[in-house]
């Protein structure tokens, strides 16, 4: 048994009594109330789902086990040289809630090397989709083809204990993730280099070997681990998250699940956004011919958009009350290896003057810029330049955090989601009798 999985099977146990106790002797105890604005409008902010692996804090960011992004870049280890953490080490944090040690991360590292070989068949059907077909399309079909090699599956017709369900989904989640790199790397040479593939290097971790596979040079493996810890997981109740809980919650596979995740990210309200502004900048950089505002000129341009009635794209968030701590860990990259590109100083321009100007607008609740504000403009400045393929660089991050979620709620038994459902009619009667309550 490999270190993490011995690691995690140990977690387990000491987890389960906790979740027992809760649901046996509280299981009656109200944690929030459900508003008519609640129940219509995306059930935004109720209490409803579980996850230790994260919790976005709304004056912190988004916290990993309790870790804060800046505690963690701080903690885990990294590869010699190397500016970013080992995506591994997040990886064994996620699943376990330690700080992983350098034979840890070698554990883990070892263990994605044996499993990252692609079947013939995934390389077949990539080839088989058209060549303008969509990036996100192709990459949620790849990894449902591989649900044939379901380990859990197969456990689960064969007859399980429902207390071992855990065991064979860390099996299925291992597989698949050791995986993503090389199968979004081959759709990548397929739709946009003529189906030039360059081969993994089992010799270089995870975010390297993806840099590798790119063709991209450091730093780019930097902005690989980067770009893939930052947006592994943002707790359960996103689209992307919490569409691979609920596929999960019905005992699908990895495989089935973490395919409807990718189905959930590929949804312009949700994974797009750092296009959308890359794509915003771009016309602005066009609109200025290329030349680098003053800072007045700029406020100008922001006063005119918000008067205009339109938002500041990559500024706000429902959550966050405070700059995107991922945001300025990106900020902290680009300051270092991106200070002379144009794009980016369009950004640090925009990170200077739109907040103060947001506040004095009086609109937005976050006048502070978020990790899409930024992560676009460090991709194009190494060479992808593919809008469309950025969803899939966030879904390789964003599999690791709800393959370990998955993961855990196996472990501790949740059942299937299933909330219920009300109509209008009986929404206007609710609302009838609340205001007859208040008189």
Request: net charge neutral.
């Amino acid at each position: 048994m490999s270190i993490l999985k011995q690691k995690l099977y140990e977690k387990i146990e000491f987890w389960r009594p906790r979740t027992e106790k809760l649901l046996k002797k509280y299981g009656n105890v109200v944690v929030d109330q459900v508003t008519i604005g609640q129940v219509i409008g995306g059930m935004r902010g109720l209490k409803s789902l579980v996850t230790d692996i994260s919790y976005l804090d709304p004056q912190e960011g988004i916290r990993y086990r309790g870790y804060t992004l800046e505690e963690l870049f701080k903690k885990l280890p990294r590869a010699p040289k190397a500016e970013m953490p080992y995506v591994e080490g997040l990886y064994y944090l996620l699943l376990t809630g330690d700080i992983p040690t350098d034979t840890q991360v070698s554990d883990v590292a070892d263990e994605f090397n044996k499993r990252r070989i692609l079947p013939r068949y995934v390389y077949e059907v990539i080839d088989a989709f058209p060549s303008l077909s969509p990036p996100m399309a192709i990459f949620s079909a790849a990894i449902l083809t591989m649900q044939r090699e379901s380990f859990f599956s197969k456990k689960y017709h064969g007859g399980i204990n429902k207390m071992d369900y855990w065991e064979p989904t860390y099996e299925d989640a291992m597989n698949l993730l050791a995986k993503l790199p090389e199968v979004a790397a081959y759709i990548y040479s397929k739709l946009y280099k003529d189906g030039k593939r360059i081969h993994s290097n089992p010799n270089l971790d995870f975010g390297a070997n993806f840099a590798h596979m790119m063709g991209i040079p450091a730093p780019y493996d930097d902005v690989s681990r980067l770009n893939f810890i930052l947006h592994a997981d943002h707790e359960s109740g996103n689209v992307s998250a919490h569409a691979g809980h609920l596929v999960a919650s019905s005992l699908s596979d990895i495989y089935l699940s973490i395919s409807a995740m990718i189905n959930g990210l590929a949804g312009p309200l949700h994974g797009l956004a750092n296009q959308e502004v890359l794509r915003w900048l771009q016309e602005l950089v066009e609109k200025m011919e290329g030349a680098i505002p003053t800072e007045a000129e700029m406020q100008q341009f922001v006063w005119d958009i918000l008067n205009a009635g339109q938002v500041i794209p990559g500024f706000g968030h429902a959550v966050l009350r405070k700059t995107d701590p991922r945001y300025m860990l990106q900020r902290e990259f680009c300051l270092t290896h991106l200070k002379d590109d144009l794009l980016f100083k369009y950004t640090d321009l925009l990170f200077k003057v739109v907040p103060p100007i947001l506040k004095e607008h009086g609109k937005a609740k976050n006048p502070w810029p978020n990790v899409d504000a930024q992560s676009g403009i460090i991709q194009w400045h190494y060479g992808i330049k593919e809008y469309d393929f950025y969803t899939v660089l966030f879904g390789i991050g964003r599999a690791l955090g709800v393959a370990a979620n998955i993961i855990w709620d196996r472990a501790l038994g949740y059942p299937i989601e299933r909330p219920k459902s009300i109509t209008t009619d009986m929404l206007e009667n609710i609302a009838l009798q609340s205001n007859k309550n208040k008189k």
